[in-house]
């Protein structure tokens, strides 16, 4: 109230040009209901200075001030999740170039936000994969797919090459009109090269088998035979 009233002060001091503009929270004595009001003003003065008219409205701005703070609540939680979380992500705009990126992409890319921000996505990933990416995100951009997985190789700074498997989805806004994508990015490069490691191994012992002058039985722990 305090505040109010030394707003309406204000306005009227003929020094100033007359105008007051305020947010403020009541709280109904008996309900207890909690209201945020925006209240406007503006003093009109005679050639002498003295004030001759007021006019002010309040308006009750309180759904528009939950709103507001529900959508910063939800934005500090997409901006925590997205900066801790353990897969890389970034936002990508329309024409492809990098808006945001976490720590986890920096650290399968090997470049530093600011060498990220604002490159063209499509050029980290390798040559022999860069026009397929471009069909797939095309595809997705104009709604034919809702989704698209990629397994690719991404280059690195230091010029090494990591198997990627990347999965992008649109961002769209209120009017559910794309404008960008969401890309999260999974350094599978230590799997493959694990499963690639476990065939090469499977595929020594069934050579060996194959020359061996007696027959050979394997079984599993359960006693299958394999």
Do not use: C
């Given at each position: 109230r305090?505040?109010?009233?030394?707003d309406?002060?204000?306005?009227l001091?003929?020094?100033?040009?007359?105008?007051y503009?305020?947010?403020?929270?009541?709280?109904g004595i008996?309900?207890g209901?909690?209201?945020?009001?925006?209240?406007?003003?503006?003093?009109?003065?005679?050639?002498?200075?003295?004030?001759?008219?007021f006019?002010?409205t309040?308006?009750d701005?309180?759904?528009?001030?939950?709103?507001?703070?529900a959508?910063?609540?939800?934005?500090e939680?997409f901006?925590?999740a997205?900066?801790?979380?353990?897969?890389?992500?970034?936002?990508?705009n329309?024409?492809?170039?990098l808006?945001?990126?976490?720590?986890?992409?920096r650290?399968v890319?090997?470049?530093?936000?600011e060498?990220?921000?604002g490159r063209d996505?499509?050029?980290?990933?390798?040559p022999?994969?860069?026009?397929?990416?471009?069909r797939?995100?095309?595809?997705?951009m104009?709604?034919e797919?809702s989704t698209?997985?990629?397994?690719?190789?991404?280059?690195?700074?230091?010029?090494?090459?990591?198997w990627?498997q990347?999965?992008?989805?649109?961002?769209r806004d209120?009017a559910?009109?794309?404008v960008?994508r969401?890309?999260?990015?999974?350094?599978i490069?230590a799997r493959?090269q694990?499963?690639?490691?476990?065939?090469?191994?499977?595929n020594?012992?069934?050579?060996?088998?194959?020359?061996?002058?007696?027959?050979?039985?394997?079984?599993?722990?359960?006693?299958?035979f394999?």
């Open positions: 305090a505040v109010a009233e030394a309406v002060q204000q306005a001091d003929p020094m100033g040009d007359g105008r503009a305020r947010t403020f929270r009541v709280v008996e309900t209901i909690e209201r945020w009001l925006a209240s406007t003003g503006q003093a009109f003065f005679d050639p002498t200075g003295q004030a001759v008219r006019i002010g309040i308006q701005v309180s759904r528009s001030i939950k709103a507001e703070a959508l910063r609540a939800s934005e939680r901006h925590s997205f900066a801790d979380a353990a897969v890389g992500m970034a936002v990508v329309p024409a492809g170039m808006t945001q990126v976490n720590h986890a992409f650290a890319t090997g470049f530093t936000t060498e990220l921000i996505i499509n050029l980290l990933v390798h022999d994969h860069r026009a397929e990416h471009a797939q995100v095309r595809r997705l104009e709604g797919l698209v997985v990629l397994r690719e190789r991404y280059q690195r700074k230091d010029g090494a090459n990591a990627v990347e999965s992008v989805t649109l961002l209120a559910s009109q794309p960008g969401i890309t999260l990015l999974e350094d490069t493959l694990a499963e690639g490691a476990l065939e090469a191994e499977r020594r012992v069934q050579q060996i088998m194959e020359v061996l002058p007696v027959g050979v039985i394997v079984a599993n722990a359960d006693g299958e394999t």
